[in-house]
């Protein structure tokens, strides 16, 4: 899985337009998000394909960030201070999160600047 980061103009129908694109080249986004800042729509989602989805955002017109893999990983949510515990893990690893959010089945996706550290610390949470 990887996560497609994409500049989104700050307009009203932008996020709608991307939808329906991404749907039109058969992507399915499976989980992220957006937020503004600086006057910038930033999208992040998270797809199967992720050279198909930079493709056909780039063909459109959009400006692609970046396409990185991801690390998914399941918080025991019945336990509180999960989220805390997890990222505390990886920053005590010197590993920093560039991203992070959730997908549709309620499972942590993180983007870090090391996944294989990453993978390892995180390792009780898969």
Request: proline share 2%; hydrophobic share 45%.
């Amino acid at each position: 899985m990887y996560d497609i980061h994409l500049i989104l103009p700050d307009t009203p129908g932008a996020l709608g337009q991307f939808g329906v694109l991404m749907g039109r080249a058969g992507v399915s986004l499976e989980g992220g998000g957006m937020f503004l800042a600086g006057g910038d729509g930033h999208a992040h989602f998270l797809v199967e394909d992720g050279e198909r989805a930079a493709q056909a955002a780039r063909e459109a017109g959009l400006e692609v960030v970046a396409v990185r893999e991801v690390l998914v990983r399941r918080l025991k949510q019945e336990v509180p201070g999960q989220l805390g515990a997890i990222c505390t893990a990886l920053g005590d690893a010197s590993v920093n999160i560039i991203t992070l959010y959730s997908d549709h089945a309620n499972q942590l996706i993180l983007v870090t600047d090391d996944m294989d550290k990453a993978r390892a610390v995180t390792a009780d949470w898969q």
